[in-house]
């Protein structure tokens, strides 16, 4: 049999494999093991591979790559318009065979075993992060209980750590004292892995040209320059910095029909991790600005229309077209001139 194209549902040990020829005549469907699917695509001809780009995509992809074939990545929710009923994994399989041939199709670039170590570094610290806010909430809750408050931020955190560690506290019961020790513990800990990880992505921004002149842009920093390299390698894959911002998901839903426009908010679609960044970024640029209201006077007129928020995201999806701009141009980026006065 001559297969052309296959469509490869994966899984962690059972896969599912729809081929078929140059005729597009179905020649294979069957259940492959892990153990069997190097030895099954290693007796074929080099053909086109579709498959969903979820867990373990990229590890397949490069290793059928190895032995000659063509592998293309979709996103689940493109492949999803083409299963005709009823889910199971040969249906996906045929799904993902006739998606992978569509010409308006689009695929997700390949990353590199280097590259998904980067991102990584970037989710882990993601985790810890969400780990120590739930210590942290865990300690005030707890010795709230016992009449213990402390104000917010840093210096009130500081404050009820130094009280848990004082052993002769008379509002602190033994048994409330040694459930408040281990969450101390615990939370020292996660602060002392974050900070190992920061100091790791720290040192890959130095090495990096493209992660430096990705920090000379206004709101994206260390941890948002790194993250934008190391998920997007390739950002000619995007025709213009508007794709990449449409990609992230700072793009307004829409709704619209004969010719009536109507855009709603944010989809929830794209890269969360890098929309929280940006975000986050673009508000504190925002605050900035309403401290020096003569150094960003478009922006302080565009907060005099909208709300906060609205604006944030606007200029989240500015600064997205710019780090486009620079990772396909080249060049640092350069402040606007101000106009006269």
């Not at 065979?97 to 590259?115: G, I, L, N, Y």
């Not at 130095?206 to 992660?211: A, K, L, P």
Request: charged share 25%; net charge positive.
């Amino acid at each position: 049999m001559e297969v052309t194209t296959i469509g490869l549902d994966i899984a962690k040990n059972v896969f599912q494999v729809h081929g078929i020829d140059a005729a597009e005549k179905v020649v294979v469907r069957k259940q492959l093991r892990r153990g069997q699917l190097k030895k099954f695509f290693g007796a074929l001809a080099p053909c086109l591979i579709g498959m969903e780009a979820c867990a373990t995509a990229h590890h397949w992809a490069r290793e059928l790559t190895k032995l000659g074939h063509q592998v293309r990545l979709m996103s689940a929710k493109d492949v999803k318009a083409y299963v005709k009923r009823n889910k199971n994994d040969a249906a996906d399989a045929e799904a993902i065979c006739e998606a992978v041939r569509r010409p308006t199709m689009r695929f997700v670039v390949v990353k590199s075993p280097e590259q998904q170590g980067r991102l990584m570094q970037h989710r882990v610290r993601d985790l810890l992060m969400r780990q120590r806010t739930q210590l942290i909430n865990a300690l005030r809750a707890h010795l709230a209980e016992l009449g213990i408050a402390a104000a917010q931020g840093r210096e009130g955190i500081k404050e009820l750590l130094a009280i848990v560690a004082q052993d002769g506290d008379s509002r602190l019961p033994v048994d409330a004292h040694a459930s408040l020790i281990v969450l101390a513990a615990q939370l020292q800990a996660v602060q002392t892995t974050i900070g190992s990880i920061e100091k790791r992505i720290v040192s890959q921004h130095r090495s990096n040209e493209e992660s430096k002149r990705l920090q000379s842009v206004p709101g994206i920093g260390v941890i948002g320059a790194t993250a934008i390299v190391a998920t997007v390698p390739d950002p000619k894959v995007f025709r213009s910095g508007r794709d990449l911002a449409a990609w992230i998901g700072l793009v307004p839903r829409q709704d619209s029909t004969g010719g009536k426009q109507k855009l709603g908010p944010i989809s929830k679609r794209g890269d969360q991790y890098l929309r929280r960044i940006l975000v986050v970024g673009a508000c504190s640029v925002l605050r900035r600005a309403r401290q020096q209201p003569e150094k960003y006077p478009w922006l302080i007129q565009l907060l005099a229309r909208r709300p906060f928020k609205v604006v944030a995201v606007a200029l989240a999806n500015k600064m997205a077209r710019v780090a486009w701009a620079l990772l396909a141009k080249g060049g640092t980026y350069r402040a606007p001139q101000l106009k006269a006065a």
